[in-house]
């Protein structure tokens, strides 16, 4: 049985404009503009044609960027908003946490705001009382639950909000990245009981942009871009082509700053030094980022590889040369350097034209923009080109780790340090 179902789904806003701020439809009809005013362009179209059905006690996940039409299925599903055209069918008690405080008054305390949700939710005041200390108890609010709701910071109002949708004892439960505001301590308390949740077998319709946590607690998943579904399926699959997009759309833009800062003459980055030097007696020509596969790019993984090809042209022969190269992150702070010469190479001697490729099989680096630093030199340090912050990539990632670089690693623990492993990636 389906638990949720959406069917050819549309939703059309009209779009904001400052030219309409102050006009009423009499006003259109009296200036002779209404149909100016409705024109096809002031739409906006946040959900086209949209089809999914949600199997009863699945968890079922729906990924995108900002503006993807993600919050609006949700509303729709809820009934907080109605389609524009198609069918919604939900089957069962809903409790939706979408918007943070949504419900809630803010004059008054969070005892009436609890009793004022629960009667919203279908509970009567008696069943509300009954689990009143178990919703208080769970949000952490006992010292704060008389105290009027404006006085609550936004993890309270998470921990207050998703504490009543979850004592309600929902069929369905609707969430919508409020996790994203909770106490580093409390999160992990709402993910357990969406496991618990899980066990139960209640549907859970949940939006996040915090992917690992979809794959991890999500059985399909559902990536939408501009309001349609792009693809649905098993988890790992599904997001993995939605950061195949981004990582395009990265590639795009980065690829499109570097051509405008090249065409200007401007840094990409603003305040940071970026020159050459030397007399060229050797020159570095064309530099190109590439893929392991060769393919240039521009946006990496950490798992990724990166192959840095150099074009050098010799104007005489010589026989005293070094290539370089140096890694930096956006702070300026080198996160590598190696130059031939420091590897024990033995130069013989370059004449006319040539090409060095310097691979690195593995980045392991953190999220950022890197700068990198390449050169051709003499033993003793004189160089004959060097090109200083020319040449940028970014490292795109999951994982939440800090500092400069990923080193592999692993953990290990004594039989007496009881931890959970983490989930195994699909």
């Given at each position: 049985?389906?638990?949720?179902?959406?069917?050819?789904?549309?939703?059309?806003?009209?779009?904001?404009?400052?030219?309409?701020?102050?006009?009423?439809?009499?006003?259109?009809?009296?200036?002779?503009?209404?149909?100016?005013?409705?024109?096809?362009?002031?739409?906006?179209?946040?959900?086209?044609?949209?089809?999914?059905?949600?199997?009863?006690?699945?968890?079922?996940?729906?990924?995108?960027?900002?503006?993807?039409?993600?919050?609006?299925?949700?509303?729709?599903?809820?009934?907080?908003?109605?389609?524009?055209?198609?069918?919604?069918?939900?089957?069962?008690?809903?409790?939706?946490?979408?918007?943070?405080?949504?419900?809630?008054?803010?004059?008054?305390?969070?005892?009436?705001?609890?009793?004022?949700?629960?009667?919203?939710?279908?509970?009567?005041?008696?069943?509300?009382?009954?689990?009143?200390?178990?919703?208080?108890?769970?949000?952490?609010?006992?010292?704060?639950?008389?105290?009027?709701?404006?006085?609550?910071?936004?993890?309270?109002?998470?921990?207050?909000?998703?504490?009543?949708?979850?004592?309600?004892?929902?069929?369905?439960?609707?969430?919508?990245?409020?996790?994203?505001?909770?106490?580093?301590?409390?999160?992990?308390?709402?993910?357990?009981?969406?496991?618990?949740?899980?066990?139960?077998?209640?549907?859970?319709?949940?939006?996040?942009?915090?992917?690992?946590?979809?794959?991890?607690?999500?059985?399909?998943?559902?990536?939408?871009?501009?309001?349609?579904?792009?693809?649905?399926?098993?988890?790992?699959?599904?997001?993995?082509?939605?950061?195949?997009?981004?990582?395009?759309?990265?590639?795009?833009?980065?690829?499109?700053?570097?051509?405008?800062?090249?065409?200007?003459?401007?840094?990409?980055?603003?305040?940071?030094?970026?020159?050459?030097?030397?007399?060229?007696?050797?020159?570095?020509?064309?530099?190109?980022?590439?893929?392991?596969?060769?393919?240039?790019?521009?946006?990496?993984?950490?798992?990724?590889?990166?192959?840095?090809?150099?074009?050098?042209?010799?104007?005489?022969?010589?026989?005293?040369?070094?290539?370089?190269?140096?890694?930096?992150n956006s702070q300026g702070i080198s996160c590598y350097g190696t130059n031939t010469h420091?590897?024990?190479?033995?130069?013989?001697?370059?004449?006319?034209?040539?090409?060095?490729?310097?691979?690195?099989?593995?980045?392991?680096?953190?999220?950022?923009?890197?700068?990198?630093?390449?050169?051709?030199?003499?033993?003793?340090?004189?160089?004959?080109?060097?090109?200083?912050?020319?040449?940028?990539?970014?490292?795109?990632?999951?994982?939440?780790?800090?500092?400069?670089?990923?080193?592999?690693?692993?953990?290990?623990?004594?039989?007496?340090?009881?931890?959970?492993?983490?989930?195994?990636?699909?």
């Open positions: 049985m389906k638990a949720i179902e959406v069917v050819g789904v549309s939703r059309v806003y009209q779009k904001y404009s400052a030219r309409h701020r102050f006009q009423t439809f009499k006003s259109a009809l009296l200036k002779g503009d209404v149909f100016k005013s409705l024109r096809a362009e002031e739409l906006v179209t946040a959900l086209d044609d949209v089809t999914l059905r949600v199997p009863a006690g699945s968890t079922f996940g729906v990924i995108g960027e900002n503006g993807s039409g993600k919050s609006t299925l949700l509303k729709v599903v809820a009934g907080i908003a109605k389609p524009s055209a198609g069918e919604v069918t939900v089957r069962g008690k809903v409790a939706a946490l979408i918007e943070l405080g949504a419900g809630f008054h803010p004059e008054i305390s969070g005892r009436e705001n609890v009793f004022i949700n629960g009667i919203m939710l279908g509970l009567s005041k008696k069943e509300i009382s009954g689990k009143f200390e178990d919703i208080v108890r769970f949000a952490e609010l006992e010292e704060f639950i008389d105290a009027p709701v404006k006085t609550y910071s936004s993890g309270m109002y998470m921990r207050l909000g998703f504490s009543i949708a979850i004592n309600v004892n929902p069929d369905v439960l609707l969430i919508d990245e409020v996790l994203a505001v909770g106490d580093a301590s409390f999160v992990p308390k709402c993910l357990d009981r969406i496991d618990d949740f899980r066990r139960r077998k209640k549907t859970i319709l949940f939006v996040s942009h915090d992917l690992q946590t979809v794959e991890k607690i999500c059985d399909r998943v559902a990536w939408m871009k501009n309001g349609r579904v792009r693809a649905l399926g098993e988890p790992k699959r599904t997001i993995d082509l939605y950061l195949q997009d981004v990582a395009d759309k990265k590639e795009a833009e980065f690829s499109r700053t570097r051509k405008e800062a090249d065409l200007e003459h401007i840094p990409a980055e603003e305040g940071r030094r970026e020159a050459r030097w030397g007399k060229r007696e050797v020159e570095i020509g064309k530099v190109v980022l590439r893929s392991l596969r060769g393919e240039p790019k521009h946006v990496f993984s950490p798992e990724e590889g990166l192959v840095v090809d150099l074009e050098v042209r010799a104007r005489e022969r010589v026989k005293d040369f070094v290539f370089g190269i140096g890694l930096f420091l590897e024990d190479f033995r130069p013989r001697s370059l004449e006319g034209r040539g090409r060095v490729s310097f691979r690195v099989d593995r980045l392991n680096l953190i999220n950022g923009t890197y700068y990198l630093d390449v050169a051709v030199h003499k033993t003793d340090g004189t160089p004959y080109d060097y090109h200083r912050n020319l040449y940028t990539f970014l490292v795109s990632s999951l994982h939440r780790d800090v500092g400069i670089a990923r080193p592999p690693h692993r953990w290990r623990f004594s039989p007496s340090v009881k931890i959970l492993p983490p989930r195994k990636r699909r």
